[in-house]
Antibody, heavy 120, light 110 residues
Framework: EVQLVESGGGLVQPGGSLRLSCAAS????????MTWVRQAPGKGLEWVAN????????YYVGSLKGRFTISRDNPVNSLYLRMNSLRAEDTAVYFC?????????????WGQGSLVTVSS | QSALTQPASVSGSPGQSITISCTGT?????????FSWYQQSPAKAPKLIIY???NRPSGISNRFSGSKSGNTASLTISGLQAEDEADYYC??????????FGGGTKLTVL
């Protein structure tokens, strides 16, 4: 059974940093692109970033590029999102998801999300 | 980049059919056959329900169907059931190798 479990969320002050983790199991992690998607409270989904199987290709939503970094560690089946210079508008539930690639990325399995709250 | 445009809400009675539209620009939705639809029930993670215009992942009911014309994609749910009440999001792949979501549509089953 495919499972994705996010961790690392919590309360952080504006300007602070946080690293989210996503532990994957039930599939060959190193064979899949992975992604992060976020959802602010009461708002819609916002794609954050994709990473390919070996980490050599990374794509970001334009508004976050430079502050957020997606990475992965295949031997330990983990995906990460490093978030720097956090702002109140980064407050959201952050989901990791597996990419089902059909010529373009679809997100076929999702974790339950990790809440990040940016507040003083 | 702007989100794809969806109606904020739609509603229907059990057994009826409803359609949710998703309108983009030529650089995303109109330029590709590449879009997906996701269902998100309250306090749950999103679920992929349509990909590549009309394809359904394993386990998704055939009451869900998709189509596209020009720069507008549509999701149709036939034979509405109470369990279909959820938020629905379209998404597309842009010319900049990024993913964009629609603003979401809240479906209410009356």
């Amino acid at each position: 059974e495919v499972q994705l479990v996010e961790s690392g969320g919590g309360l952080v002050q504006p300007g602070g940093s946080l690293r989210l983790s996503c532990a994957a199991s039930g599939f060959t992690f190193s064979s899949y692109w992975m992604t992060w998607v976020r959802q602010a409270p009461g708002k819609g989904l916002e794609w954050v970033a994709n990473i390919n199987q070996d980490g050599s290709q990374r794509y970001y939503v334009g508004s976050l590029k430079g502050r957020f970094t997606i990475s992965r560690d295949n031997p330990v089946n983990s995906l990460y999102l490093r978030m720097n210079s956090l702002r109140a508008e980064d407050t959201a539930v952050y989901f990791c998801a597996r990419v089902f690639w059909t010529g373009y990325p679809n997100f076929d399995y999702w974790g339950q999300g990790s809440l990040v709250t940016v507040s003083s | 980049q702007s989100a794809l445009t969806q109606p904020a809400s739609v509603s229907g009675s059990p057994g009826q059919s409803i359609t949710i539209s998703c309108t983009g620009t030529s650089s995303d939705l109109g330029g590709y056959e590449y879009f997906s639809w996701y269902q998100q029930s309250p306090a749950k993670a999103p679920k992929l329900i349509i990909y590549e215009v009309t394809n359904r992942p394993s386990g998704i009911s055939n009451r869900f169907s998709g189509s596209k014309s020009g720069n507008t994609a549509s999701l149709t749910i036939s034979g509405l059931q109470a369990e279909d009440e959820a938020d629905y999001y379209c998404s597309s792949y842009t010319s900049r190798s990024t993913v964009i979501f629609g603003g979401g549509t809240k479906l209410t089953v009356l």
